[in-house]
C-alpha cells in the first residue's frame, strides 16, 4: 500500500471506523444538529447535553464513508468535558491538521487524520461531522454541508 | 478500419499509468474514452473546416454546414430515425428530456394529467419531469422494481392499471446506470402507444452500447449523449417523431430557430431548428458523427455481446466475495455492461479511493438516482461499467483489489 493511502486509513481510523465511540442517540441531549453530504452519502447527525457551556455529553449517529464516521467518533472523545470556545479552539487544530498535513505538538489522536490532506476529496467526509457539532453548540438547526467546502 | 483485437490501441487516453499501476477503466456509464479517430476529427475540422453554419456564403461556412448537417443525417441513420429532420442537436441526454418535458409538457399537460416515470431512473428523468409537473398540475407515478436488489428489474404486473387514462406520457430509461438493467423499451412503447400515450426514451446508457432502433422500438422521442458513446462532451441530441416536433413551442429562444423577427414577436422555424437557438455545437457534432462510424464498425450487436460477456463474468467473480450484495439482473440474464454492489462493513467512497491506488476508475456514491438508493436501503453503491476496451484480465485485477480491501478493512 502507498505511503500516503495508509496515511489515510491509519489504525487509528481504521479503529474507530469499526468500534465507534459514543455511537447512538442521546436522551437527556438538548443541542441536536445534523450534518449532510448528499453527492456522497455521508450523514452525520450529533447530539449534545450542554451544562451551562461545557459538553456534558456527546453522541453522533449516521452512516458513511470510514473517514466522516471515524472522525465523527473521535471528535465525540475529544470535544466530551470542552467548553463551546475550547471546541472551536480544537476544531480549528483539526482543520489546520486535515488542510496541511501537519500536526501540532501536542499530539493528540486528531494527528491520525493528517493523511487526509493528501486526498483533497476526502476533506469535507472527515470535517462534516464537526460543523454539525459546531451548529450544535451553536443551536443552529439548518443542516450542514461540507460538499461545497474547497478547504 | 478499428477491429477487435486492436481496439485498446485506438484509445490514447488507455495508456497510462496511475499511481503506478496499468490504468484500468471501469467508469464507462459515467462517460467514455474516445478513439483517435474521433479526437482527430474535432481537431481536423477546427484545423481547416471552421467557420459558423447555416448562414454563410462563404466557403468555409458551406464546409461546416455540411459537415454539421452531415453529422445530424449520420446520426439519423444511427438510430434509424425516419429523417434527419427529426434529430435535434442538443448538449445531451439531461438537455434533451428537459426540452421535451418543458416544450411538449407545457403545451400538453394540465391538472389531472399523469406523467408516469419508474422507480430505476436517473435523476435527469426524474426532475425534469418533476418541474413540469409543478408548472402545470400534473403528477408523477411510478412503475415499481421488482426484487430487494431491484434483481427482477421492472415490475410490469399492474402495468395496464398504470396506463390509466390520465397518463400522457411515460418515460423510462433504456438502460438503468445503476443497476444494468435492460428494459423490454419496445413491449413498454407498444403498450403505452396502444392508450395514446407518447413515450420518452432515455438513452444514455444504451445508445453507444446496443443496437437502437427507434421506428423498431417505436418511441416518440429518444434522447442520448456523445460523450458515453465515444464521442465529445457538449454534444447528444433528441430524436422526435416529426408530427410531435412541430406542433411543440420552442424551448430556447434566439438567433437560428426563428423565421422572421419583428421588434414585438417573431415566427418560428419548423423543426430541428425550432430547438437549435444560438450557435450550435457544430466542431463536436462532427466528431459525433465519427464516433458513429467508429462504433458502426466494431458492430453494435458485437459491442453488447462483449459488454454483457464482461458484465456477467464480473458479476460471477464479485458474487463470491464476503459481504457483497450485487445489484440488478441475476447471473444468466440479460443485463448491460453495468455493475454495481456494496459491501456490508464498507463504504463506496472507501473502495474507490483504494481501487483508485491500484489504478482502477470505478464511481462510488449515488449515481444520480438517490430515490433508487433509498428504495434499496442504500445510501450508496460501488460500480464498475465496461466498454468495448475493457478485458477480462481487468476484471481479474477489479476482484483482487476489491479482496485486498476486505481484507485491509477487516471484513474478509
Known amino acids: 500500500m502507498s505511503a500516503d493511502l495508509s496515511d489515510l486509513y491509519q489504525q487509528v481510523i481504521l479503529d474507530h471506523n469499526k468500534r465507534p465511540r459514543n455511537r447512538g442517540k442521546l436522551p437527556t441531549a438538548n443541542r441536536v444538529a445534523h ?117 | 478500419m478499428p477491429s477487435w483485437p486492436n481496439v485498446r490501441a485506438d484509445f490514447p487516453t488507455l495508456h497510462q499509468q496511475v499511481h503506478g499501476k496499468p490504468l484500468v477503466y471501469l467508469d464507462n ?39 454539421y448537417e452531415g453529422a445530424r443525417a449520420r446520426v439519423a441513420k444511427f438510430i434509424n430515425a425516419a429523417d434527419p ?26 391538472p389531472g394529467d399523469v406523467i408516469l416515470l419508474t422507480e430505476m431512473e436517473h435523476h435527469s428523468n426524474l426532475v425534469p419531469w418533476q418541474l413540469i409537473a409543478q408548472r402545470t398540475g400534473a403528477t408523477l407515478r411510478f412503475v415499481p422494481i421488482a426484487g430487494a436488489n431491484a434483481e427482477g428489474g421492472l415490475d410490469l404486473s399492474h ?28 413491449e413498454l412503447c407498444a403498450r403505452a402507444r396502444a392508450r395514446g400515450i407518447v413515450t420518452v426514451i432515455d438513452g444514455a446508457q444504451s445508445i453507444g452500447h446496443l443496437p437502437v432502433d427507434v421506428r423498431a422500438l417505436g418511441c416518440d422521442f429518444f434522447a442520448f449523449s456523445g460523450h458515453k458513446m465515444a464521442g465529445p462532451t457538449g454534444i447528444g441530441a433528441l430524436y422526435g417523431r416529426q408530427k410531435l416536433l412541430d406542433a411543440m413551442p420552442p424551448y430556447q429562444g434566439g ?16 423543426s430541428p431548428e425550432r430547438f437549435e437557438a444560438g450557435t450550435p455545437n457544430f466542431a463536436d457534432a462532427t466528431a459525433l458523427a465519427a ?49 454495481s ?23 462510488g456514491g449515488h449515481h444520480c438516482n438517490q430515490p433508487l438508493m433509498k428504495k434499496l436501503g442504500l445510501t450508496s453503491t460501488t460500480r464498475a461499467s465496461f466498454y468495448v476496451y475493457n478485458t477480462e484480465e481487468e476484471i481479474d485485477t477489479l476482484v483482487t483489489s476489491m479482496r485486498r480491501i476486505l481484507k485491509f478493512f477487516g471484513t474478509a
Request: hydrophobic letters at 40%.
Open chain 2, 85 to 110: 429532420a427529426e434529430i435535434v442537436f442538443t448538449r445531451g441526454t439531461t438537455e434533451s428530456i428537459n426540452l421535451v418535458a418543458a416544450s411538449w409538457g407545457a403545451a400538453n399537460l394540465k
Open chain 1, 35 to 151: 450534518g449532510d453530504n448528499p453527492s456522497c452519502g455521508d450523514q452525520c447527525s450529533v447530539y449534545l447535553r450542554l451544562d451551562g457551556d461545557r459538553i456534558a455529553e456527546i453522541s453522533f449517529d449516521g452512516s458513511g464513508c470510514a473517514i466522516s464516521q471515524a472522525s465523527a467518533s473521535l471528535m465525540t472523545t475529544q470535544l466530551k468535558g470542552k467548553t463551546a470556545a475550547e471546541a472551536e479552539k480544537l476544531f480549528g487544530e483539526f482543520h489546520d491538521i486535515v488542510t496541511t498535513g501537519e500536526a501540532p505538538d501536542e499530539i493528540s489522536d486528531l494527528a491520525a487524520f493528517a493523511g487526509v490532506h493528501a486526498f483533497p476529496a476526502r476533506i469535507k467526509c472527515a470535517t462534516l461531522g464537526w460543523h454539525a457539532a459546531l451548529n450544535a453548540l451553536k443551536n443552529d438547526p439548518s443542516t450542514t454541508t461540507t460538499e461545497s467546502h474547497t478547504d
Open chain 2, 29 to 67: 456509464a459515467a462517460t467514455a474514452q474516445k478513439p483517435q479517430v474521433v479526437i482527430d476529427t474535432l481537431s481536423r475540422f477546427y484545423e481547416r473546416d471552421n467557420a459558423n453554419v447555416h448562414r454563410g456564403l462563404h466557403a468555409l461556412s458551406m464546409r461546416a454546414t455540411d459537415a
Open chain 2, 255 to 270: 438567433g437560428g430557430m426563428i423565421a422572421q423577427v419583428e421588434y414585438l414577436s417573431s415566427r418560428w422555424k419548423p
Open chain 2, 341 to 363: 454492489f456494496a459491501f456490508e462493513g464498507v463504504h463506496a467512497h472507501d473502495v474507490v479511493t483504494f481501487a483508485d491506488e491500484d489504478g482502477i476508475a470505478l464511481r
Open chain 2, 159 to 186: 402495468l395496464d392499471e398504470l396506463l390509466s387514462p390520465e397518463v400522457k406520457v411515460f418515460a423510462f430509461a433504456h438502460v438503468s446506470n445503476t443497476l444494468g438493467t435492460i428494459n423490454p423499451a419496445a
Open chain 2, 291 to 339: 464516433a458513429c462510424d467508429y462504433l458502426d464498425a466494431l458492430g453494435r450487436p458485437e459491442i453488447a455481446r462483449h459488454d454483457t460477456a464482461l458484465a456477467q463474468l464480473a458479476c460471477e467473480k464479485l458474487s463470491v466475495l464476503p459481504g457483497i450484495r450485487l445489484l440488478g439482473p441475476h447471473a444468466g440474464h440479460d443485463r448491460s455492461g453495468v455493475v
